[in-house]
């Protein structure tokens, strides 16, 4: 059976010794996010935080340390624990991803964060894939203090972000995707907003011919 990626259907066709045919269909809903049941999935990684990240030195500061765990509770759901320790912070996380029928896999998220303060990040999402379109919106919101080890003031997380993408494939013609990215942070002159369309298509002899273009709103407005 060729493994399909979102929504599909399977015919199987029986016959019996008198030539009698009985057609079985079945719709089913497949996705990276589901094990199988009773499969776990696990990882474990420590390391030193890489210092002035993107530059030229190779300065490294903390000890990291983040192990995750995945594992099958059925057909439908997945259930996931992260755990992340640097620098004197901590998160601790849970996440479930669980299909409805054929119309996608729902996911939700809840993580603490502990060190000089305490805070919390929850997220819950839906997407949606099939041979020509997909579709996926997500909303993520975190209080004044969650923290994720390693990161530092590199990247402060906004208190809300609200991410939709949209796709269609065009068969040999590639496909085409739409999203949209709104943020808002503290401090309202770093809200802002990001257009991105892409398309991609296949080429002989295994090449992928991308290309994307990108709109950010904030205070200024770039492309």
């Known amino acids: 059976i060729p493994v399909v990626t979102g929504a599909g259907e399977i015919q199987m066709v029986t016959r019996d010794l008198l030539g009698r045919e009985l057609i079985v269909t079945e719709n089913f809903y497949t996705s990276e996010r589901l094990l199988r049941p009773g499969l776990n999935e696990y990882s474990l990684s420590v390391g030193r935080v890489r210092n002035d990240f993107g530059g030229v030195t190779d300065h490294y500061g903390d000890l990291l340390a983040a192990g ?58 839906h997407e949606y894939q099939a041979r020509k379109f997909r ?3 997500r909303l993520q919101g975190t209080s004044a203090h969650f923290a994720q080890p390693g990161l530092g003031a590199l990247a402060p997380f906004p208190r809300l972000q609200v991410v939709a993408s949209g796709g269609v494939a065009f068969r040999r013609q ?35 011919l991308s290309a994307s273009v990108s709109r950010i709103r904030g205070n200024g407005a770039d492309t």
């Open 68 to 125: 995750r765990l995945r594992r099958g509770v059925s057909d439908q759901l997945t259930i996931e624990g992260r755990l992340d320790a640097a620098g004197g912070i901590s998160t601790a996380g849970f996440a479930l991803a669980r299909t409805v029928a054929r119309a996608g896999v729902t996911s939700a998220a809840f993580a603490v964060s502990t060190g000089e303060s305490s805070g919390e990040l929850w997220q819950i999402g």
């Open 135 to 137: 579709a996926n919106l």
């Open 174 to 208: 590639g496909s085409l995707g739409l999203s949209v990215v709104g943020e808002r942070f503290s401090e309202a002159d770093q809200n802002r907003r990001i257009f991105v369309a892409s398309y991609s298509r296949s080429l002989p002899h295994g090449l992928l």
